[in-house]
Every structure is written in structure tokens, then in C-alpha cells.
């Protein structure tokens, strides 16, 4: 009962701010409590959403096949996180995969290496499609499996929506960036104001 | 007098050839360097037509993936789909940007991971001005 209402409590705070704030959000203000989920990451290990408490989240549906949208966005990622300066150390970036079937833990690892040669910043998520179906839910995202035809070297494409969204450091939704959304030096401006308005 | 009329005739022919043909022009074509395991990837470039005539681009060959293809991404209600299309128009003294989120040839099954930097070869072929050869440099952005 306790834990309801502090979730309400959190749900109208992030009303107030995003309506009474002066900053002009470049992203597109949401509220909404994330469910805790568990999926497996680059090293085969099963992880929580709830284990990346304390970190804000940038969370990405995408796939390693993806020829144009993918490296797009993970690219605008890796450039707004070069841009958050101290405050980098408090972002961390879920990259979770729309295409299970073919997204090994080891095929996410040198993806998201290739992005964050440290490792220390970005997490690969992949799951049973159960799963992955489940998680998807619960952000609204979107995906579809494509056949390309006379292809069979690529098989088939994903159509996926390409939201980024921001995820506070209690588990709430705050903000989703869409493509459109290109500049990595706005993105950043409105994580490190999130950040500032939520503690560290 | 002969031959004057023989020159004359000359720059006509000449003039309506120019005319009627389109000028291509590549500008910026790059490649975006990928993950090492990732099989596709994309080329970029602008195309400019200083001619007055229109011209397609109709396919493009390499080396480098098994398939190229000219691919549009299109975003559908936030869903951002791969839409393969034949050509791609580029009406006279007009340009077309091949750009990320956009148009792009998408090179599917790379025979090899790609080293940023590199120049990768290929070929474009217009249905006009015939095949026009390029080299790319692989980026990262």
C-alpha cells in the first residue's frame, strides 16, 4: 500500500516538473514505472532491470542485423554519451534485441563493443522471444519480422520502432527520444537536466 | 561553304547531344563502418544531375557484399521500415541525397569486415549515362 503510493507520488512529481519546468525537453516527456524484467546479457548471464537501479537508462529496441536504423541510433547514443561529461558515469544504455533467433550473447558483444570498447556503458540484452515479446510490451515497442526475397545470405529484416527512452534511476520512464530526434547535444542537455532534477 | 555547313551541322549535333544528356555527378560517397560480425551495411553519397535531362539510378555492383540494393528507409508511425525500390530519380539540375534514415544502398552480406578508412569500389549504373565508377571511404558516423 506504502509502495503504491510512493509510485503515485513519483508519477505526479514528474507531472509537475515536466509541466511547470523551463527546460524545453528536446525529447518527448512520458511518466510511466517500468515492470522489472530479466533477460540475458553479452556474457550469458541472466540479468534485472532492477540491477541497474541507481544508473539512468537509456533503453534501445534494435537488432545486430540492422543495416541503416540501428547503427544510426547507436551512434547518436555513443555520441550523447560523449557529450554528458561527469555526468556519463550515471547513464548506462540497455541495447535489447528484437531478434532473439539470431542475437547470440556472443554476436551482442561484439556489437555493442564496437560502440563502447570499455564495456563499462552499454549492455546487450537478449532473451527467448516469449520474452523479449514481453518486454517489448511494456514499452510499446513495436517489431516485425520482414522476408527478403531471392536473400537468403540475410534472410529477413526486422521493422522495429526506433525510440530511445530514458529511464530514471528509481525505474520510471521520463523521457523518449524519437529519430527524429538527431542531435546528440540536445539529447544530452535533457539527460543531465533529468539527472539534476533527480539526483545523482 | 561545304564545310561550314559541315561545322554548323556539327555544333547542332553536338548541342542537342549535350542537351538532351544528363551530367552526373557523385559528391561524398561513403560507406558506414559496422560492428565486425554485422553483416550489412550502407552506402551513402549525394548524386547531382547538371544536365537538363532526368536520369535513374538503377543498380549498383561491388565486390564488397554478395547483394546491393537501393533501399529506402521509411518512418511509419514511428516504425521505421525497409522499403526496397528499382531507382531512384534525379530529374535534370536536381540533387538526391543518399543519407542515413533515408535513401540508401543497402549492401547485404559483406564478404569481409570493413576498416574504417578504406576506399571500397562500385560501380553505379544509371539508365542514361550508363555505369559510373566510384570509390567510397568507410566511416564512422
Known sequence: MLKKSVIWLFLLVG????????HQFYGYPYVQKIKDFTLIDQNGKRVSFSDFRGK???????????????????????????????YK?????????????????ENLKKFISYYDPTGKYITGLTGSPEEIKKVA?????????VPLKDNPEVGYLVDHTAFIYLIDKNGIMRLIFRPANEDPEKIAEDIIYVIKYFGE | ???????????????????????????????????????????FMTIVNEGDEDDELIGVETD???MAQIHKTVNENGVMKMVHVDKIEIHGHTKVELKPGGYH?????????????EMLKFTLIFKNSG???????????
Open chain 1, 89 to 105: 558515469k550515471y547513464v548506462h544504455v540497455l541495447f535489447i534485441s528484437v531478434d532473439p533467433e539470431r542475437d547470440t550473447p
Open chain 1, 137 to 145: 510490451k511494456q514499452f510499446r515497442a513495436y517489431y516485425k519480422k
Open chain 2, 105 to 117: 544502398i543497402m549492401l547485404m552480406g559483406l564478404k569481409r569486415p570493413l576498416k574504417e578508412g
Open chain 1, 15 to 22: 507531472l509537475v516538473i515536466t509541466t511547470v519546468s523551463a
Open chain 2, 131 to 141: 555505369r559510373i565508377q566510384i570509390e567510397a571511404p568507410v566511416k564512422r558516423k
Open chain 2, 64 to 66: 564488397i557484399a554478395r
Open chain 2, 1 to 43: 561553304m561545304k564545310r561550314i555547313t559541315l561545322f554548323l551541322l556539327m555544333v547542332l549535333v553536338v548541342g542537342v547531344y549535350a542537351y538532351t544528356q544528363p551530367v552526373i555527378r557523385i559528391v561524398d560517397p561513403w560507406v558506414r563502418a559496422v560492428p565486425p560480425n554485422m553483416k550489412n551495411s550502407a552506402l
Open chain 1, 56 to 86: 539512468y537508462l537509456l533503453v534501445f529496441f534494435g537488432y545486430t542485423y540492422c543495416p541503416d536504423v540501428c547503427p544510426t541510433s547507436m551512434y547518436r547514443i555513443k555520441e550523447t554519451l560523449d557529450r554528458l561529461g561527469k
